[in-house]
């Protein structure tokens, strides 16, 4: 039997790991550290931090390389192979380092149940692997703290969204504050801007982090521009962002 921790780590500062994952992370025998090209070096770097400042145990930390998704026009075909293939991947590294059982940890970004493939990756292991979740602090606490905002208006909803579905359908009916996530190209622009508000954040949490607010006709542009020159200069990017509609409601 091989236990897996999915680990929260939050985004990116090593200040954000809950005494829950620094636990969890020294209990491992495994860590399982991805990388993901040499674009994205910063990743891996940062997971490679936070295991030099917090373990204190025997873990055996090994890197491995992620498989490259496919870039099919079937999108959800596309991403269920990809899962599948990084599925047969830590089953290789435990199969190599944990042939006689063991803990085995990932560290994931934020936290594993926000928008993050390694439960389902997880449930492609079999009964063999025993699956426990330590949550992490999310992008959208992350974001509404930088900007020191609440992420909810009195007794109102708020919709979680990804960037492709936003730029398919539109606003989407019955809320009116939406946050975004998962947004590579700005989905944002699709939008009529009257009466929306725009709370963007990128690298939340890190020493390069950027922020920016305002209606969203006046700050969009320039948010595409920022975005733009900040993916060039780092070579990855992570953001969100909270949409909000003015609405005669007391915020």
């Known amino acids: 039997m091989i236990r897996l921790l ?3 780590i939050g985004t990116g500062n090593p200040d954000h790991l809950t005494r829950a994952a620094t636990k969890a992370m020294n209990e491992a025998d495994l860590i399982l550290l991805p990388r993901k090209g040499d674009a994205k070096s910063d990743l891996i770097d940062l997971r490679r931090t936070i295991c030099a400042q917090v373990l204190t145990g025997p873990a055996r930390i090994v890197e491995f390389d ?9 999108y959800l075909d596309a991403v269920v192979n990809w899962h599948a293939a990084i599925a047969d991947l830590w089953m290789e590294q435990a199969a190599i380092h944990l042939s006689g059982g063991g803990t085995m940890a990932l560290l994931v970004w934020g ?3 926000l928008y993050d493939s390694s439960l389902r990756i997880a449930a492609r292991l079999g009964p063999q692997i025993d699956v426990h979740v330590i949550p992490g602090i999310t992008s959208i606490q992350a974001l509404t ?3 020191g905002i609440s992420l909810n208006r009195l007794a ?8 492709r579905r936003l730029a398919q359908q539109g606003w989407p009916t019955g809320v009116d504050d939406v946050v975004v996530m998962l947004d590579g190209d700005c989905a944002f622009r699709v939008l009529p801007p009257q009466d929306l508000h ?3 954040g990128a690298y939340l949490g890190m020493e390069c982090e950027e922020l920016a607010h305002g209606a969203l006709g006046d700050v969009g542009p320039a948010i595409v521009e920022r975005r733009a020159a900040l993916r060039e200069r780092h070579g990855w990017i992570m953001d969100v962002y909270l949409l909000r509609r003015a609405t005669s409601e007391v915020n």
């Open 156 to 163: 109102a909803p708020v919709l979680i969204t990804t960037g």
């Open 6 to 8: 999915l680990i929260g």
């Open 198 to 200: 725009i709370w963007w």
């Open 66 to 74: 992620m498989p490259v998704r496919a870039a099919e026009p079937a």
């Open 145 to 147: 703290a930088a900007h």
């Open 111 to 113: 936290d594993p149940s």
